[in-house]
Protein backbone atom coordinates (compact mmCIF):
# COMPACT_ATOMS: atom_id res chain seq x y z
CA UNK A 1 0.00 0.00 0.00
CA UNK A 2 1.64 3.72 -0.84
CA UNK A 3 1.81 5.89 2.26
CA UNK A 4 0.61 8.91 2.39
CA UNK A 5 1.70 11.69 5.32
CA UNK A 6 -0.61 14.93 5.76
CA UNK A 7 1.65 17.77 6.86
CA UNK A 8 1.48 21.92 7.50
CA UNK A 9 -2.06 22.19 9.17
CA UNK A 10 -1.32 24.49 12.75
CA UNK A 11 -3.27 27.29 14.35
CA UNK A 12 -4.07 30.37 12.24
CA UNK A 13 -6.00 33.51 12.20
CA UNK A 14 -9.46 34.38 10.22
CA UNK A 15 -7.89 35.63 7.07
CA UNK A 16 -5.08 33.76 6.87
CA UNK A 17 -3.36 31.48 4.79
CA UNK A 18 -1.48 27.98 5.25
CA UNK A 19 0.11 25.36 3.13
CA UNK A 20 -0.50 21.34 3.38
CA UNK A 21 1.36 19.04 1.96
CA UNK A 22 0.65 15.06 1.16
CA UNK A 23 3.87 13.61 0.93
CA UNK A 24 3.53 9.39 -0.91
CA UNK A 25 5.81 6.81 -0.30
CA UNK A 26 6.58 6.35 -3.95
CA UNK A 27 6.07 7.56 -7.08
CA UNK A 28 1.83 7.27 -8.09
CA UNK A 29 0.56 10.77 -8.72
CA UNK A 30 1.43 10.73 -12.90
CA UNK A 31 -1.68 7.66 -12.59
CA UNK A 32 -3.72 8.50 -9.83
CA UNK A 33 -6.07 11.46 -8.93
CA UNK A 34 -5.61 12.61 -5.62
CA UNK A 35 -7.56 15.02 -3.78
CA UNK A 36 -7.53 16.95 -0.60
CA UNK A 37 -10.61 15.88 2.22
CA UNK A 38 -11.81 17.65 5.54
CA UNK A 39 -13.81 16.49 8.46
CA UNK A 40 -14.97 18.80 11.12
CA UNK A 41 -16.59 17.35 14.29
CA UNK A 42 -20.26 16.31 14.04
CA UNK A 43 -19.80 16.73 10.08
CA UNK A 44 -19.22 13.98 7.70
CA UNK A 45 -15.74 13.30 5.48
CA UNK A 46 -16.05 16.43 2.28
CA UNK A 47 -14.28 17.02 -0.33
CA UNK A 48 -11.82 20.00 -0.27
CA UNK A 49 -10.23 19.50 -3.74
CA UNK A 50 -9.24 17.18 -6.15
CA UNK A 51 -6.62 16.53 -9.32
CA UNK A 52 -6.60 13.78 -11.66
CA UNK A 53 -3.51 12.18 -12.79
CA UNK A 54 -4.23 15.15 -16.41
CA UNK A 55 -4.58 17.80 -14.19
CA UNK A 56 -8.04 18.88 -14.33
CA UNK A 57 -9.58 19.80 -10.75
CA UNK A 58 -12.70 19.92 -8.84
CA UNK A 59 -14.08 21.90 -5.76
CA UNK A 60 -16.49 21.32 -3.16
CA UNK A 61 -18.71 24.52 -2.75
CA UNK A 62 -17.40 25.36 0.55
CA UNK A 63 -14.00 26.14 -0.71
CA UNK A 64 -15.24 28.71 -3.00
CA UNK A 65 -12.04 28.81 -4.97
CA UNK A 66 -10.08 30.52 -1.63
CA UNK A 67 -8.21 27.46 -2.32
CA UNK A 68 -5.64 25.59 -4.73
CA UNK A 69 -4.72 22.81 -5.07
CA UNK A 70 -0.91 21.45 -6.54
CA UNK A 71 1.33 18.63 -7.14
CA UNK A 72 4.75 18.29 -7.70
CA UNK A 73 5.38 14.56 -9.53
CA UNK A 74 9.31 14.44 -8.62
CA UNK A 75 8.85 15.50 -5.17
CA UNK A 76 5.60 12.35 -4.95
CA UNK A 77 3.94 15.46 -3.26
CA UNK A 78 0.78 17.28 -3.48
CA UNK A 79 -0.19 20.30 -1.80
CA UNK A 80 -3.00 22.47 -0.98
CA UNK A 81 -2.70 25.96 -0.62
CA UNK A 82 -5.48 27.68 1.72
CA UNK A 83 -5.90 31.38 1.60
CA UNK A 84 -8.61 33.80 4.05
CA UNK A 85 -9.42 31.23 6.23
CA UNK A 86 -12.60 30.83 8.03
CA UNK A 87 -13.39 29.89 11.06
CA UNK A 88 -15.66 26.87 9.59
CA UNK A 89 -12.51 25.74 7.92
CA UNK A 90 -11.51 23.93 11.07
CA UNK A 91 -11.22 20.61 10.41
CA UNK A 92 -8.85 17.61 10.28
CA UNK A 93 -7.50 17.20 6.50
CA UNK A 94 -6.86 14.27 5.46
CA UNK A 95 -4.84 13.42 1.34
CA UNK A 96 -6.29 10.91 -0.38
CA UNK A 97 -5.85 9.01 -4.18
CA UNK A 98 -9.21 7.71 -5.46
CA UNK A 99 -8.30 3.99 -4.96
CA UNK A 100 -6.95 4.72 -1.68
CA UNK A 101 -10.55 6.12 -1.10
CA UNK A 102 -12.18 2.86 -2.87
CA UNK A 103 -10.18 1.08 0.07
CA UNK A 104 -11.44 2.63 2.47
CA UNK A 105 -8.01 3.78 3.83
CA UNK A 106 -7.25 6.95 5.16
CA UNK A 107 -4.17 8.26 7.54
CA UNK A 108 -3.95 10.45 9.87
CA UNK A 109 -4.35 14.14 8.62
CA UNK A 110 -3.63 17.18 9.88
CA UNK A 111 -5.56 19.94 12.07
CA UNK A 112 -6.06 22.98 10.75
CA UNK A 113 -7.72 25.22 13.21
CA UNK A 114 -8.60 28.69 12.44
CA UNK A 115 -9.67 31.52 15.14
CA UNK A 116 -12.09 34.23 15.18
Known amino acids: QVQLVESGGGLVQAGGSLRLSCAAS????????VGWYRQAPGNQRELVER???????NYGDSVKGRFTISRDNAENTVYLQMNSLKPEDTAVYYC??????????WGQGTQVTVSS
Open 51 to 57: ITSGGAT
Open 96 to 105: NSDIGMLRGS
Open 26 to 33: RSIFRLNA
